[in-house]
């Protein structure tokens, strides 16, 4: 490896196992001579994230809760802590209530939608806010997304508005900070076999149909999306800010299935 990250910082925030893509991110950042420190909600998701931890030769692990003020306080003062200074965030946190990922989406509740646009909208805002406190010379926010923010997937239903709020978020944000050299942006991979991606209804048949039919005949892989981590996170990555960067084999730019599969 090129050692690209050698002497940054960061924080990881939604590791759950081994093929979260936020791991894929991790793991890449490691391996190119990132520190990194960990969040993750509870206990349980801390005894899947500390072995993971340990194995890219960090202990910084954190509890947070994003939707809860005084938790998000204590996380970023454990960074100020121990680091004073942090170059970078990786933002890969999103929820909806399961049942709601199903069916049709004028049957969305008020709750989950509200619920749904603060964890995986709001969060993002306001790690970003927060973070970029500690970064005086600049650094790189990055979030997840998925085109079924502006392309309607079936079943996808709430957090696909939740999405469309997450990226126009990172354009606002990107404006926002670019003063501060601070770099906004996010990733959008096509659909993968994540724990979060199987709790939407057809998954399944998603991935199927995706990988059959993107110009690469081919789904990403958590190395690709965690390559491309490395870059915007990384000084090559020093002026791009405000984009979505696509890693879905190309499916973005189809009109219709491969003449085969139609």
């Known amino acids: 490896m090129a050692e690209l ?13 081994e093929r979260s893509i936020a791991w894929g991110i991790a793991k890449a950042l490691a391996d190119e001579g990132a520190e990194l420190a960990f969040s993750y909600q509870g206990e349980a998701f801390g005894k899947r994230v500390e072995p993971l931890a340990a194995s890219v030769g960090s ?3 954190v509890d947070v809760d994003v939707t809860d003020d005084e938790s998000l306080e204590a996380c970023f003062g454990a960074l100020k802590d121990r680091w004073g200074t942090m170059d970078f965030l990786v933002h890969a946190i999103a929820f909806s209530d399961k049942n709601e990922l199903t069916g049709r989406f004028i049957n969305t509740s008020r709750g989950n939608f509200k619920h749904s646009l603060d964890i995986s909208c709001f969060s993002f ?13 600049g650094g790189s926010l990055i979030t997840l997304t998925f085109q079924g923010s502006n392309r309607v997937t079936p079943n996808y239903n709430v ?19 670019g003063p501060q050299k601070i770099r906004v942006n996010a990733i959008s991979p096509g659909p993968m076999k994540t724990l979060a991606g199987a709790a939407i209804g057809g998954a399944r048949a998603t991935y199927r149909h995706t990988e059959q039919n993107a110009p690469l005949r081919s789904n990403a892989t958590l190395e690709a999306v965690g390559g ?35």
């Open 159 to 177: 957090m696909g508005v939740a999405k469309a709020a997450l990226e126009s978020a990172t354009r606002y944000l990107a404006n926002d900070l």
């Open 5 to 17: 990250m050698k002497g940054k910082r960061g924080l990881v925030m939604g590791v759950a196992n």
């Open 228 to 262: 491309t981590a490395v870059w915007l996170c990384s000084d090559y990555g020093a002026f791009t800010t405000g984009e979505v960067v696509r890693v879905d084999g190309g499916f973005h730019v189809l009109g219709m299935p491969q003449a085969d599969n139609l």
């Open 125 to 137: 805002i306001d790690v970003s806010r927060r973070a970029a406190e500690m970064m005086p010379d």
């Open 59 to 61: 202990d910084f692990l």
